[in-house]
C-alpha cells in the first residue's frame, strides 16, 4: 500500500496525505478549490482539463530571494534565470509525481505545467496567451495566496516571489478558504507599477471580477504584448532612461499597443542578430517559435517581498541598478544611465543599430 511519511494512506484524510506530500518536497503552502470555488472565469474552468474533475489542488514553492537581490542591482542575471528553470522543473516534477499517485489510488488526476500552456484554439491565442488552467484562480480560490495590486499572487512574508503549482484530479476534496483582505501582503504601494518599462498594469483603474462567488479587485492590464516585448527580452530601458531590465534593447516603448506590436516586430528581427550571451540558456515560448526568449524582468514579481520594508529597498535596488549594454562578444556591461548612454554612443554604429531604431 503507498505510504507518506511512513503511514499507510487509510490513516489520514486525503487532503492531509496530499498535503504532507508537498510539504515533504519543499512547498511553503498547499490549499484545495472545487468547481463551485472556482466558479466564473474560463480559465478557472477544471473541467477544461478533466471532463469529470471534481477538485484542484494548489500549492507554492518560493524562488530565493539572495538570488534575487543580486538579479535586481544587476549583480548577476544567469543565478535567476537559472533558479527559475531549476524551480519550474521542480514544480513540473512534483506535480507529476502527485498526479500519478492520485491516479493510482483511482482518481483521474492531471499536472498543469507551471508556464507556456495555452488554449491554442483561441484566435489570437499567441497575443492573449489565455492559460488551459490559471494557477492564479486556483491558488486564490483555495487560500493559497491573495491577489497584490499587479494581479500577480503573494502571500505575507513572501510577497509574489513565489511559484504556483497545480494539479487537476476526479477526487472529492474538501475546498480550502480564501484568503480574508486582512490577511493579504499587498499595501496597495504601486511600486510593482514603477518599475514596469512596459507599463503593464494601471496605477489607478481597478477590474473586478467573481470567483467561486466572492469579488476580486486588482489593476487592470493593459495587454500582455507589453509584458511580451519587455520581459521577452527585446527592450529594456526605462522611458526615464535611468534603469534597464537585463535587456540591452534600446527600442522605445510606444503609448498604444497597436504601436507596441510594430515596435516588437521591428525589435525581434534585431534581436535575432544579437551576439550570443555569455551563458547560453533560454527557451522557445510556444507562442514565439524559433525564438530563443530569455526573461530579463520580472521586477513586477521579484520587487514584492511581502513586507513594506524590504519592496522599498527592492524598489531603490531596481532603480539604481543601472543600464544593460550588450558588447561585441555577447557579454554584459552595466553602467549607470548617463555613461551607459555614453558608452554605447562609442560603440560601433553597426553593433548600435541591433539595439535601437533612432539611430543613423
Ligand atoms: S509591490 Fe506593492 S502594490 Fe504591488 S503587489 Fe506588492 S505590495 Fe501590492
Ligand atoms: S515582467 Fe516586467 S515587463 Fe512584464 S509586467 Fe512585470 S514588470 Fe512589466
Same mark, same amino acid.
Given at each position: 500500500?503507498?505510504?507518506?511519511?511512513?503511514?499507510?494512506?487509510?490513516?489520514?484524510?486525503?487532503?492531509?496525505?496530499?498535503?504532507?506530500?508537498?510539504?515533504?518536497? #519543499? /512547498?511553503?503552502?498547499?490549499?484545495? /478549490? +472545487?468547481?463551485?470555488? $472556482?466558479?466564473?472565469?474560463?480559465?478557472?474552468?477544471? +473541467?477544461?482539463?478533466?471532463?469529470?474533475?471534481?477538485?484542484?489542488?494548489?500549492?507554492?514553492?518560493?524562488?530565493?530571494?539572495?538570488?534575487i537581490r543580486d538579479y535586481?542591482?544587476?549583480?548577476?542575471?544567469?543565478?535567476?534565470?537559472?533558479?527559475?528553470?531549476? $524551480?519550474?522543473?521542480? =514544480?513540473?516534477?512534483?506535480?507529476?509525481?502527485?498526479?500519478?499517485?492520485?491516479?493510482?489510488?483511482?482518481?483521474?488526476?492531471? *499536472?498543469?505545467?507551471?508556464?507556456?500552456?495555452?488554449?491554442?484554439?483561441?484566435?489570437?491565442?499567441? /497575443?492573449?496567451?489565455?492559460?488551459?488552467? %490559471?494557477? *492564479?484562480?486556483?491558488?486564490?480560490?483555495?487560500?493559497? #495566496?491573495?491577489? !497584490?495590486?499587479?494581479?500577480?499572487?503573494?502571500?505575507?512574508?513572501?510577497?509574489? +516571489?513565489? &511559484? &504556483?503549482?497545480?494539479?487537476?484530479?476526479?477526487?472529492?476534496?474538501?475546498?480550502?478558504?480564501? $484568503?480574508?483582505?486582512?490577511?493579504?501582503?499587498?499595501?496597495?504601494?504601486?511600486?510593482?507599477?514603477?518599475?514596469? %518599462?512596459?507599463?503593464?498594469?494601471?496605477?489607478?483603474?481597478?477590474?473586478?471580477?467573481?470567483?467561486?462567488?466572492?469579488?476580486?479587485?486588482?489593476?487592470?492590464?493593459?495587454?500582455?504584448?507589453?509584458?511580451?516585448?519587455?520581459?521577452? !527580452?527585446?527592450?529594456? $530601458?526605462?522611458?526615464? #532612461?535611468?534603469?534597464?531590465?537585463? =535587456?540591452?534593447?534600446?527600442?522605445?516603448?510606444?503609448?498604444?499597443?497597436?504601436?507596441?506590436?510594430?515596435?516588437?516586430?521591428?525589435?525581434?528581427? *534585431?534581436?535575432?542578430?544579437?551576439?550570443?550571451?555569455?551563458?547560453?540558456?533560454?527557451?522557445?515560448?510556444? %507562442?514565439?517559435?524559433?525564438?530563443?526568449?530569455?526573461?530579463?524582468? #520580472?521586477?513586477?514579481?521579484?520587487?514584492?517581498?511581502?513586507?513594506?520594508? @524590504?519592496? /522599498?529597498?527592492n524598489y531603490k535596488i531596481?532603480?539604481?541598478?543601472?543600464?544593460?549594454?550588450?558588447?561585441?562578444?555577447?557579454?554584459?556591461?552595466? &553602467?549607470?544611465?548617463?555613461?551607459?548612454?555614453?558608452?554605447?554612443? =562609442?560603440?560601433?554604429?553597426?553593433?548600435?543599430?541591433?539595439?535601437?531604431? @533612432?539611430?543613423?
Open positions: 500500500m503507498t505510504t507518506i511519511n511512513g503511514k499507510k494512506d487509510h490513516d489520514l484524510p486525503l487532503e492531509k496525505e496530499i498535503e504532507q506530500f508537498l510539504l515533504e518536497r #519543499g /512547498a511553503i503552502k498547499v490549499g484545495f /478549490a +472545487t468547481r463551485e470555488t $472556482l466558479a466564473g472565469p474560463p480559465n478557472a474552468d477544471i +473541467t477544461y482539463i478533466i471532463p469529470e474533475a471534481r477538485s484542484a489542488i494548489s500549492y507554492a514553492l518560493p524562488f530565493d530571494k539572495d538570488i535586481l542591482s544587476k549583480k548577476d542575471f544567469d543565478g535567476h534565470e537559472k533558479n527559475r528553470f531549476d $524551480l519550474n522543473y521542480r =514544480s513540473i516534477k512534483i506535480s507529476n509525481e502527485l498526479a500519478q499517485w492520485l491516479t493510482e489510488k483511482g482518481y483521474e488526476s492531471k *499536472r498543469i505545467i507551471s508556464n507556456n500552456n495555452y488554449k491554442k484554439e483561441i484566435k489570437g491565442w499567441q /497575443a492573449t496567451m489565455p492559460p488551459r488552467l %490559471s494557477h *492564479r484562480y486556483v491558488a486564490v480560490a483555495s487560500g493559497v #495566496g491573495s491577489f !497584490g495590486w499587479s494581479g500577480n499572487v503573494g502571500m505575507k512574508g513572501y510577497g509574489t +516571489t513565489i &511559484l &504556483l503549482g497545480t494539479v487537476v484530479t476526479t477526487a472529492e476534496l474538501e475546498p480550502t478558504q480564501p $484568503l480574508p483582505p486582512e490577511e493579504s501582503f499587498c499595501t496597495k504601494c504601486k511600486l510593482c507599477t514603477k518599475v514596469c %518599462s512596459a507599463e503593464m498594469f494601471s496605477k489607478d483603474e481597478e477590474v473586478t471580477f467573481t470567483l467561486g462567488g466572492i469579488e476580486y479587485t486588482h489593476s487592470a492590464r493593459n495587454g500582455y504584448v507589453r509584458c511580451q516585448y519587455v520581459c521577452g !527580452g527585446f527592450t529594456g $530601458l526605462h522611458k526615464n #532612461g535611468k534603469f534597464s531590465t537585463w =535587456s540591452p534593447g534600446r527600442f522605445p516603448i510606444p503609448e498604444t499597443n497597436e504601436e507596441i506590436y510594430k515596435a516588437m516586430g521591428r525589435a525581434v528581427r *534585431r534581436y535575432a542578430t544579437w551576439p550570443e550571451r555569455t551563458r547560453k540558456d533560454g527557451y522557445i515560448n510556444e %507562442s514565439a517559435p524559433g525564438i530563443n526568449i530569455r526573461l530579463t524582468c #520580472g521586477f513586477c514579481q521579484n520587487i514584492c517581498w511581502g513586507n513594506p520594508k @524590504d519592496t /522599498a529597498e531596481i532603480t539604481e541598478s543601472g543600464c544593460i549594454i550588450q558588447n561585441l562578444d555577447g557579454s554584459m556591461t552595466v &553602467l549607470p544611465p548617463k555613461e551607459a548612454e555614453e558608452y554605447f554612443r =562609442s560603440l560601433p554604429k553597426k553593433h548600435q543599430k541591433k539595439y535601437c531604431i @533612432d539611430r543613423t
